[in-house]
């Protein structure tokens, strides 16, 4: 089945820098990768998903980069506020399939 | 609309207890699932549902058994609890399979 590893787990930044939060995954097939954030006591929430078929996607501040060669895709976070201070979980999945898996989370903190 | 709902969000149950935890969403989506989410870890699938009636196994399903007799509703049964189940369990739905989920705020279960 997917693996998906996430790195890093905890990311401190200063506030107005830039975050990257990487994802790997293993299945070839996987072609669907979204990022979701997580703030404490609150369920996750998508903020951005790309396909395969595209290498990157942009939305305001957030990007996300995907390389199929290499199987990993990238979060990109640009002038940090502190109100991005959250867990983020990259995940994977293919159409075929039933089951979307998760990275195991970045908890990323913004210093005001 | 609410979106996903959760009850309760927290519960402490004593080895051996049973418990249903509920979901329910005004979203009309078919795709519902249920999540586990363990300290420090991603979220796993315990089991999900492609349509009123439909329901499948996910990743980590022992222990657990679904039902979904509505679009609308999606309980999680836990017949006897052991303290492997502690976690936080989370519901979502979609109206593709694994995509754009929306995720319920969240039940937090401690088995002692």
């Known amino acids: 089945g997917e693996n998906v590893e996430q790195h890093p787990s905890t990311l401190s930044v200063q506030e107005g820098d830039s975050a990257v939060i990487k994802c790997t995954y293993s299945d070839s097939a996987s072609n669907y990768f979204p990022w979701y954030k997580q703030e404490l006591g609150k369920g996750p929430q998508l903020i951005i998903d790309i396909r395969s078929n595209v290498g990157e996607k942009k939305d305001q501040r957030i990007a996300v980069t995907l390389n199929k060669t290499a199987k990993h895709f990238s979060l990109h976070i640009t002038e940090t506020q502190p109100e991005d201070s959250a867990v983020y979980f990259c995940a994977a999945s293919y159409n075929a399939g039933n089951m979307l898996t998760f990275g195991g989370g970045t908890r990323l903190m913004v210093k005001p | 609309n609410a979106g996903v709902t959760q009850t309760p969000k927290f519960r402490i149950l004593k080895i051996g207890q049973s418990m249903t935890l509920q979901c329910t969403q005004d979203?009309?989506?078919?795709?519902m699932y249920w999540y586990r989410q363990d300290p420090g870890m991603g979220l796993k699938l315990i089991y999900y549902s492609v349509g009123a009636g439909i329901t499948d196994k996910g990743e980590v399903p022992n222990g657990y058994n679904v039902s979904r007799s509505t679009t609308e509703d999606f309980p999680l049964r836990l017949e006897l609890a052991a303290p492997s189940q502690t976690s936080v369990y989370f519901c979502?739905?979609?109206?593709?399979?694994?995509?754009?989920?929306?995720f319920g705020s969240g039940t937090q279960l401690s088995v002692l």
């Open positions: 979203m009309n989506h078919n795709y």
């Open positions: 979502a739905g979609g109206e593709k399979p694994n995509e754009k989920l929306f």
